[in-house]
C-alpha cells in the first residue's frame, strides 16, 4: 500500500550516478507540494570518483501523487540557495588507460583492473585519488587549466585564489565545499587548481539537472541527446542504441536560465514521474564552453504540479521574464495599441495574442538539438517546422545551454495554442498577462 502523499518531501540522499527507474523513489509529495533538497555538486567531484556510474551525483527521484506516463509535471523552482564556501572547476582531459570507453560511466584501475574502484585521498593534487585495492593513481580526468575559486558571504561573488589559498582549501575540501553527509564524491578542490588568480565573477546559481526519470536505466550526466549519444553501441552495461536513447527525459540540460522563479514542464514516463536535481552552478554563460563550471552544493526548494494528459518529447522552459531573449519578451500595452493602429491602416482589425515559450532541444550537436527543438515545438503546438522558424527567426531566438548539443527554441506562440495544449494558465501566471 502506498503511503500517503506529504505536503513537503525533505530530500538528502543521492544516486550511484544511474537514473534508475527500477529503483525506489522517496515521497510521495502531493499535487501541488514542496520538495525540499540538499543537493551535491555536479560534475568534477563525480567525476573523479570512479565508484559512481554517471559523472554526477543527483538526487534520490520523487514520486509526485497522481503523475502517469503521459502526463507533465511543471516545476517551479522557489529558491537556489549556494551553501558552498568555495570550490574548483576548469577544462579536463581524460586520462586514456582509466576507463572502459567513457570515462563518466566506466571507471577502471589503470593497475589493478577493478571497474569503478573504491578510492581513498592522499594529499593533495590532480594525483591524490588513489584506489583502494592498490594504491594506483584512478582519477580518470584532470584540469588542462583550472582555478579554486571562493564566494562572499553573501554569495554574490566569487574570487580566483592563488596556489597557497587553493592548497589550504584542497586540505579540508568537505568542509569548505559544503558536501552533504550522504555524499560519497570526493571533493574537487582537491586537485588544489590555480591557473587563473585575481579573477572576480558574479554569482547567479542555476540548477544543472532538473527532471524527471527516464524509463530505462540512464547515466545521469548522458540524460540527454549530446551526452546520451554517448552510450550508443557503448562497451559497458549502459549502452543503448538510437532508438533507446529517446526514452530519455533530458534533465541534464546545464542551461543557465533553469534558476529561482524560472518554471520548468517536465514529460512523465514512469509512474510517480520520478523529479530529480543537482549540478548545481553558481554561474555560468550561455553554452558552459569549458565544460565546466562552478559545481557548488546548496538547498533548493521546487513546487510539483501534474498536467494531465500533457505528453511531451522534452522539457518546456518558462525562463524569468529578464532572461527571455528581446523579441520572445511579451508586448506591453503600448506595444499592442501602436501595432494595432498599423494593422488597421493594412485593414486588419485583430492581431494574434501570444506569449513566450521555450522548448529544450537535445542531440549530438547544435545543429541536431536545434532541429529536435524545432520539431519538438512544431509537434506540441500543432504548427509546420517552417512556421516554428519563421517565429523563433522574429519574436524570438535560438540559445545555446550547452555546447555540445542542448539549446532553447524561444518564441512568442499563440495564445490558443498554448490554451489546447493547457499551458496558457502557467504561462500567463509566470508572466503576469492579463486574460
Known sequence: MQKPACNTVYVDTFTNGVLDPEQPMLGPVRDG????????????????????????????????????????????????????????????????????????????????GTDRPETRIEGIGMTAIRCVNCGADVTPFTFTNGYTIAFDENRELGVTLHREAAEAIARDGLKYMAIPENSVQNPIVTFAPHDIVGAVARIRPFLGQLGTTPSRPFPD???????????????????????????????????????????????????????????????????EIAGHTTDVSG??????????????????????????????????REEKAKALRTARRFGLHRLEESAPVSFVGTGSNLNEATDNGLKRAANLLG?????????????????????PGVVTVTFLAPLERLERIGIADLVREQYRLEE
Not at 522552459?317 to 523579441?327: A, I, N, S
Open 33 to 112: 507540494g514542496v520538495i525540499v533538497a540538499n543537493t551535491t555538486p555536479g560534475c568534477w567531484g563525480p567525476m573523479i570518483t570512479p565508484s559512481l556510474r554517471g559523472g554526477h551525483e543527483v538526487t534520490q527521484p520523487v514520486y509526485v501523487e497522481n503523475a502517469e506516463p503521459g502526463d507533465a509535471i511543471a516545476i517551479r523552482i522557489r529558491s537556489i540557495r549556494v551553501t558552498s564556501v568555495a570550490t574548483a572547476s576548469g577544462n579536463d582531459q581524460t586520462v586514456e588507460g582509466r576507463f572502459l570507453g567513457d570515462p563518466y560511466v566506466a571507471a577502471r584501475c589503470p593497475e589493478c
Open 221 to 287: 550526466s548522458h540524460n540527454a541527446g549530446d551526452f546520451g549519444s554517448f552510450l550508443i553501441g557503448a562497451p559497458h552495461e549502459y549502452a543503448l542504441t538510437k532508438e533507446e536513447l529517446e526514452e530519455r527525459t533530458d534533465g541534464h540540460m546545464d542551461i543557465n536560465r533553469v534558476r529561482e522563479n524560472a518554471v520548468v514542464i517536465c514529460p512523465v514516463k514512469v509512474p510517480g514521474g520520478g523529479v530529480y536535481l543537482g549540478d548545481m552552478h553558481a554561474m555560468q554563460g550561455d553554452g
Open 383 to 403: 504548427m509546420t517546422v517552417p512556421e516554428v522558424m519563421n517565429r523563433a527567426t522574429i519574436t524570438g531566438s535560438i540559445e545555446i545551454g550547452r555546447h
Open 299 to 332: 538547498i533548493v526548494t521546487l513546487q510539483v504540479h501534474v498536467l494531465k494528459g500533457l505528453t511531451l518529447e522534452g522539457p518546456i522552459l518558462l525562463p524569468v521574464e529578464e532572461d527571455l531573449p528581446h523579441l520572445a519578451r511579451p508586448l506591453t
